[in-house]
């Protein structure tokens, strides 16, 4: 009888044992379960501004490009020249790309960009305000603006240390294309191809009368072209004198 219930003792103690060691593994696999849930999302991430085209790598983001796009347009505007397609300007930042990839350069200073706007300004011939009318009727910013002139300082100076070594920089993007990893994103391509529109058509640009001064035929004064200009409108007609 002690030697039953002995037995019934070490029998009961191995079955707590085994329930315990099972409850165990059941915890353990649970919190792996748990931590395995939590490690991966429910749901599908969403990325706000995926690659248009990936050079070496390295991404041109669908934003950064349409941006780009809008600056060169407005820009192209205030110059009274055609703007460059969408398709053109994803090749220039391709191009320059692979060139800062080649010859990395520091972010120039705000001094240095806002000098290199003033530049543009003159080269334009527009102010301050006509340049701002230009970025908030393509809804850009000022700072969308000196980032652009930022990133072409930046390639220009590239450009000039690819030539430095011998190569000229059509040359040497040529070969550059040819090896390297280039690919595009053709789908994106579209909706932001759709979502731009076309190429504005530039505002002509006439030509500008050069100053004159002239003696009136009936009176004995003079007339000066930018004299006159400055009243109004000035209308300049050109005949052939008989006799």
Not at 24 to 34: D, F, L, P, R
Not at 74 to 84: C, D, G, K, Q, Y
Not at 121 to 148: F, H, P
Not at 201 to 221: G, H, I, K, M, N
């Amino acid at each position: 009888m002690e030697k039953s219930t002995r037995w019934g003792i070490i029998t009961l103690i191995v079955g707590l044992g085994v329930v315990a060691a099972l409850m165990a593994m059941a915890m353990a696999g649970q919190e792996v379960a748990q931590g395995t849930a939590a490690a991966t999302p429910t749901t599908a991430q969403v990325i706000d501004d995926p690659p248009v085209a990936q050079v070496n790598g390295q991404s041109i983001s669908v934003n950064t490009w349409a941006e780009l796009v809008r600056v060169e347009q407005a820009i192209s505007s205030l110059a009274r020249v055609t703007a460059p397609s969408a398709e053109e300007v994803l090749e220039w930042m391709i191009d320059g790309e692979l060139l800062l990839q080649e010859a990395p350069q520091d972010v120039p200073g705000e001094a240095q960009v806002a000098a290199a706007i003033a530049d543009l300004q003159a080269a334009w011939g527009v102010d301050e305000a006509q340049v701002s009318a230009a970025l908030e009727a393509a809804n850009l910013e000022w700072e969308t603006l000196a980032d652009a002139v930022s990133r072409r300082l930046m390639v220009a100076q590239a450009q000039e240390d690819v030539a430095a070594a011998g190569t000229p920089v059509d040359q040497w993007l040529a070969g550059q294309r040819a090896g390297a990893e280039i690919v595009y994103h053709a789908q994106r391509m579209q909706i932001v191809l759709y979502a731009l529109g076309p190429t504005p058509t530039p505002v002509p640009q006439y030509p500008v009368a050069p100053d004159f001064t002239l003696r009136f035929a009936s009176e004995d004064r003079q007339f000066s072209l930018y004299d006159q200009l400055a009243k109004g409108p000035v209308v300049l007609v050109f005949f052939q004198k008989c006799g």
